[in-house]
């Protein structure tokens, strides 16, 4: 580690009056209205102890910055000095950060704004210059190089894109450009050449072309995989490297199955850009290339970003696994790295001597020195004092470590992503037999919901988690050193997603939704699916048989139900549509065309 605490207890000795603004105004910004965003950047002492998780990093004037986001905070670290300069509290929350010219933008995932930043070098200060609102759960940032903002929001399933103006003053300005609604929630983005932009799914394995200037969706194509975490093009720009997973519903899990990688595959994905950008669906096979980053043995779970420099080396953090993996050429095998727990962003310096990895789990950035003939570790830069963690957060660090699976080859993480579902189905035996594969579960608002699995044989959420362990992850842990509690606290902390309609903020039509609450009553459907958790305890047959014949299920919760995309125990259904249509649902009582328009109305609003 690198001890910059000496450096700084110079200049934070003679800041005790900032500091002490500093928790009074975080204070304020706690029980502030939602609507109000942070209207100053106040410095605070990383010597204070707190809990950061570094989400991003990004370059500026030759200073790195990491954007915080447990604390909200922006952490300047000097890449000469390896010291941290300053840290300021700017949001409650932070998802990324990004450079743009002369100033910088974070994603303020809280109040769901852009935070446009600016640097003083000479008098190392950090200020807000403008705050924009964005569409609800801003997730990446990427600026392009013609100085075009993009950034993908979650749970409102928008990318909305910027333009930056610079006056003659270098006064600069972002104005909106134009909002694209998409079919799936996204997460990474990439610009590509002629004005395009690539975006993937958060979830599952869809890929977005969109045009930057208008907004047109170009193409969309499937990666047959999913957890998408990396994007990048190759270092002569005519490929584009994809990172995710597969997951392989027809192996049912077992200590054999695991250890070969049948169930679950950690994916280096390779397609030529000219395929990407003409969307031609019989090219888009032919050109796929799938290196596979786990043998044996060799864990890998969690593929996350990529970089590749200008002479072909390619780092990808493998961040359920604590490793990068580096290769020189394209044409050479990778090998590892050991950097700090979750690597989950990664940048280069200008030059690409240098790249950084936020280690989203240790408040710290592990420095891979590029300059020589082999990518090496230098140093480790810690950016701040540490807190005690609680239960629940050691739980948040269990479900996404594959260190929790045998050999390392997945986490909770890469099925039940961020908590939500990859929306793959899994024979995880969940209900004692194999050859029955079930839909994952989204974990969101799993708390109050139980009794657990698809057939409700779990009725403690402790028995599930026990189970998914020792099973779903084929754990090597021994049965006392199991983490059941820590992610019992985890999952506890978890809330439902907000609807679709909610978090695009969209006038509801309540007239249409108090009628389909009446005939989501009239219809019988809140005997099963009632009261405000719309669910219950018990099963029932509605007239759907799994393939170890059981027929009676235990009916999932509808909260946030629009923002699954399969849907029942097998995935059958693509759409609340295909469910309500299905026959399969609620046969007896056939609906309308008017009645099932009416229904989905009200479920899109849960
Ligand atoms: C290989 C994919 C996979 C992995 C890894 C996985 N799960 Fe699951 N999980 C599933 C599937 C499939 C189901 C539904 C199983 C069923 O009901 O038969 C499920 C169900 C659950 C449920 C019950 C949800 C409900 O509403 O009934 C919980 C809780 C859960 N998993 C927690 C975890 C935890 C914690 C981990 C990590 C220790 C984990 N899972 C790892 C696939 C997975
Ligand atoms: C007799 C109990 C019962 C009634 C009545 C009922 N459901 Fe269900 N519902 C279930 C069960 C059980 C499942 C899960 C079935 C499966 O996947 O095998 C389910 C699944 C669903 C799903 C899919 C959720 C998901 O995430 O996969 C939706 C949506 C749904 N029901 C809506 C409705 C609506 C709307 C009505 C009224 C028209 C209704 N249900 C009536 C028991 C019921």
């Avoid at 991003?56 to 300047?76: C, E, P």
């Avoid at 780092?315 to 290769?327: H, P, T, Y």
């Avoid at 950016?383 to 957060?393: D, F, I, S």
Wanted: some cysteine; charged content about 20%.
């Amino acid at each position: 580690m690198v001890n910059w605490t000496a450096h700084h207890n110079r200049v934070f000795l003679s800041n005790r009056v900032s500091l002490m603004t500093a928790v009074l105004l975080t204070a304020a910004h706690l029980f502030s209205s939602a609507a109000c965003a942070a209207d100053s950047a106040v410095r605070l002492n990383p010597l204070q102890p707190a809990l950061r998780m570094p989400a991003d990093l990004t370059m500026h004037q030759q200073k790195l910055f990491a954007a915080n986001a447990r604390s909200g905070t922006v952490s300047i670290v000097d890449p000469e000095s390896l010291c941290v300069l300053s840290e300021w509290k700017v949001a409650n929350s932070l998802n990324g950060i990004a450079s743009a010219g002369s100033f910088l933008i974070a994603l303020d995932n809280h109040q769901h704004v852009l935070q446009v930043l600016r640097y003083s070098v000479s008098s190392d200060e950090l200020a807000i210059q403008q705050t924009i609102p964005t569409a609800m759960d801003p997730v990446q940032i990427a600026v392009s190089e013609t100085g075009q903002i993009a950034v993908t929001s979650r749970w409102s399933r928008r990318v909305t894109i910027y333009a930056t103006n610079q006056d003659s003053n270098d006064n600069s300005a972002i104005s909106h450009l134009c909002t694209i609604d998409l079919r799936f929630a996204p997460h990474c983005l990439l610009f590509l050449p002629e004005n395009k932009l690539l975006v993937a799914d958060a979830f599952a394995g869809q890929l977005a072309v969109l045009e930057s200037l208008s907004g047109n969706i170009v193409s969309t194509m499937d990666t047959h995989g999913h957890n998408i975490r990396g994007l990048s093009l190759s270092a002569d720009g005519q490929q584009i490297h994809i990172a995710h997973q597969s997951l392989n519903y027809e192996s049912f899990i077992s200590h054999e199955h695991v250890f070969w990688g049948d169930v679950m595959q950690n994916n280096l994905e390779t397609r030529d850009l000219r395929d990407v950008l003409s969307a031609s669906r019989v090219t888009e096979d032919s050109s796929r290339h799938i290196y596979p980053l786990g043998t044996p043995s060799v864990g890998s779970g969690d593929p996350d970003e990529i970089v590749v420099t200008r002479t072909g080396t390619t780092l990808l953090l493998l961040s359920g696994f604590q490793q990068v993996a580096c290769r020189t050429d394209n044409h050479l095998p990778f090998f590892r790295l050991k950097v700090g727990r979750r690597p989950d962003a990664i940048c280069m310096n200008d030059d690409q001597t240098r790249a950084y990895v936020a280690n989203r789990f240790d408040d710290s950035v592990s420095v891979i020195e590029l300059s020589g003939e082999q990518p090496k570790i230098t140093a480790t830069i810690s950016l701040g004092a540490g807190r005690p963690l609680t239960e629940t957060e050691v739980g948040e660090q269990k479900f996404f470590d594959a260190r929790l699976s045998l050999d390392g080859w997945y986490s909770c993480h890469s099925c039940h992503t961020d908590g939500h579902t990859n929306g793959m189905l899994s024979d995880t035996l969940g209900d004692e037999g194999q050859g029955a594969p079930k839909k994952i579960a989204s974990l969101l608002g799993t708390h109050d919901t139980g009794p657990w699995a698809w057939t409700g044989s779990k009725p403690k959420l402790e028995d599930q988690i026990r189970t998914s362990l020792l099973v779903s992850m084929q754990s090597p842990l021994g049965e006392h050193e199991l983490p059941v509690p820590q992610l019992a606290a985890y999952l506890n902390s978890l809330e439902p997603p907000p609807s679709i309609s909610a978090a695009r903020g969209e006038t509801q039509n309540s007239d249409l939704i108090n009628q389909g609450r009446k005939l989501f009553e009239a219809h019988g459907c809140a005997d099963c699916h009632a009261g405000s958790l719309l669910t219950s305890a018990s099963v029932y047959d509605v007239g759907l048989r799994d393939e170890s014949g059981t027929t009676e299920f235990n009916p999932p919760s509808l909260r946030g139900v629009s923002q699954r995309d399969r849907f029942f125990h097998n995935g059958t259904a693509q759409s609340l549509t295909d469910v309500l249509k299905s026959g399969h649902h609620n046969s007896d009582d056939l609906l309308s065309n008017d009645e099932v328009i009416i229904l989905i109305a009200y479920l899109n609003s849960l």
